[in-house]
Nanobody
Framework: QVQLVESGGGLVQPGGSLRLSCAAS????????MSWYRQAPGNERELVAR???????NYADSVKGRFTISRDNAKNTVSLPMNSLKPEDTAVYYC?????????????WGQGTQVTVSS
């Protein structure tokens, strides 16, 4: 029943924009820290952006000022508008949920969506 479904990936030219979305269901979304990670072939999966239940955010230095993370607790969604995209942003982007429920860590991952930045 727990699902995280990413959408919005695709092929864009350098300097272009994409908006990623993650639709969540099956858990108490508003209580979870939501994050975007990405992984390029041969690379480690890295944190891109994170937003807490109180709307505190943080970003990887490489995307700061270009990407924005936001959440809509009424719709159980988290978004990542990405601007000024670079070839180095090419990766599979994953939505992640982290929650502490009854002193147990719950961690959920989406299946990922491909972002390709190329001319």
């Amino acid at each position: 029943q727990v699902q995280l479904v990413e959408s919005g990936g695709g092929l864009v030219q350098p300097g272009g924009s994409l908006r990623l979305s993650c639709a969540a269901s099956g858990f108490t979304f508003r209580m979870y820290v939501m994050s975007w990670y990405r992984q390029a072939p041969g690379n480690e999966r890295e944190l891109v952006a994170r937003i807490t239940s109180t709307d505190s955010t943080n970003y990887a230095d490489s995307v700061k000022g270009r990407f924005t993370i936001s959440r809509d607790n009424a719709k159980n969604t988290v978004s990542l508008p990405m601007n000024s995209l670079k070839p180095e942003d090419t990766a599979v982007y994953y939505c992640k949920a982290d929650g502490l429920v009854w002193n147990r860590k719950n961690i959920y991952w989406g299946q990922g969506t491909q972002v390709t930045v190329s001319s």
